[in-house]
């Protein structure tokens, strides 16, 4: 119930919306889809290793309803200059330009293929609460709300880590960005107040509870514009998996994770190329990271993981070299800070988000030293939020 009263004045005025976009209310259904933090395990995903992401409260909601043709009609709120996207079923299988609609076309297309039967049109009005490009995985969330209520409209009773995989299936054969599953599984799987360690290689999870004791994540947007299909995301993403053909010219391995931090250091050589090896190490030495912080974290010891949270930044910016400016003003202004145990970039990177372990009573002072600093360097204002872990994308149960 705590969402549903979070929501209750979006859900009032995108009730009225739906009956000016679409004629009236009558026999529709509300969704939820939420956006994501990680907590650390960066570019992990996609080499086979470990992430530690959450679903935050922060996301995608939307009003939906089956229509009896097969016209399917959408709205945005957050594009409203685009008004009622409008295209048939049989048109589905079809990527326009680069429109949020393909986001929608892409889980009705690898839905029908994995062979789930979507008969009739539908209209779909939502509106998001993620800043766009913010590394809060904005797509993500699109996705599983769609996949949510397609399963509702259609009864389809997909199983949930179907529904997530379909997620990422869009993301890389329709959208065309060679992202992991880490985004649409903390999405799907989400729980209040916990976060998710997943196992990228065998899809194993544990929901570990979020215990802050007096501290809060504080989420800082750059606010700078990012579009991960225009990123080097693509590009990191072939180069892990050079480095992974060379290592396994030597190495029985099918992913960089598998590797330790040692036995990646003593065959680093078979990589022969100075930047693969620097991509090659974050990937493998962010995943050994990971599974200390999880540790640290379940055993309450906050200052180990924020320890853990600086040296994640630190390889995302020289191996990696995916933050730039904007995140690297935010990351290491508030590592300098009272009450700060560790501050990273979290996301894909290329601007976005990163996300602080402040003490919750240096919060109001951290955003103003860190937002004072971060618009002096760069030009222009952060935005900043405590985040609240809540529950996964859902049909939402409204009176």
Not at 132 to 155: H, I, P, Q, R
Not at 264 to 284: C, G, Q
Request: some cysteine; hydrophobic content about 40%.
């Amino acid at each position: 119930m705590t969402n549903i009263v979070n929501h209750s004045t979006i859900l009032s005025a995108l009730t009225e919306k739906f009956s000016t976009i679409f004629g009236d209310v009558k026999d529709v259904a509300y969704f939820f889809s939420p956006g994501r933090i990680n907590l650390i395990g960066e570019h992990t995903d996609y080499n086979g290793g470990y992430v530690f992401p959450a679903s935050i409260t922060i996301g995608t909601t939307g009003i939906a309803r089956l229509r009896k043709d097969m016209t399917i009609k959408l709205f945005s709120e957050n594009f409203p200059d685009l008004g009622v996207i409008t295209f048939d079923l049989s048109q589905a299988n079809q990527k326009v330009g680069d429109g949020w609609e393909n986001y929608v076309k892409g889980m009705i297309t690898m839905l029908t293929k994995a062979g789930y039967e979507i008969d009739h049109g539908f209209e779909l009005l939502i509106h998001g609460e993620i800043p766009t490009a913010s590394g809060l995985s904005s797509s993500a969330s699109l996705e599983l709300l769609v996949g949510v209520v397609l399963d509702d409209l259609f009864k389809l009773a997909v199983p949930r880590l179907e529904l997530v995989q379909l997620g990422q299936k869009t993301e890389n054969e329709f959208i065309g960005v060679n992202s992991g599953i880490l985004d649409q599984f903390a999405i799907g799987f989400g729980q209040v107040n916990h976060a998710i360690l997943l196992d990228c290689n065998t899809l194993k999870y544990e929901m570990v509870p979020v215990e802050l004791q007096d501290y809060d994540i504080v989420i800082m947007n750059t606010n700078k514009p990012r579009a991960l299909t225009e990123s080097k995301y693509n590009e990191r993403f072939e180069q892990t998996q050079k480095a992974l053909k060379r290592l396994q010219t030597k190495l029985k391995i099918t992913a960089l994770c598998e590797l330790s931090n040692d036995t990646f250091d003593e065959n680093s050589h078979l990589i022969a190329d100075p930047l693969l090896i620097k991509r090659a190490r974050h990937a493998v030495y962010e995943n050994n990271r990971t599974k200390i912080a999880q540790k640290a974290f379940v055993a309450g010891d906050l200052v180990a993981f924020g320890k853990l949270l600086n040296a994640s930044h630190a390889s995302l910016k020289n191996d990696y070299e995916v933050t730039g400016i904007e995140l690297d003003t935010l990351a290491n202004t508030a590592q300098k800070q009272p009450g700060v145990l560790g501050a990273r970039m979290t996301g894909a990177g290329f601007g976005g988000c990163a996300i602080a372990l402040v003490a919750h009573d240096k919060v109001a002072d951290f955003e103003k030293i860190v937002g004072e600093t971060y618009e002096k360097t760069v030009g222009y204002k952060a935005s900043f939020y405590v985040a609240q872990l809540g529950a996964g994308a859902r049909k939402l149960d409204v009176e």
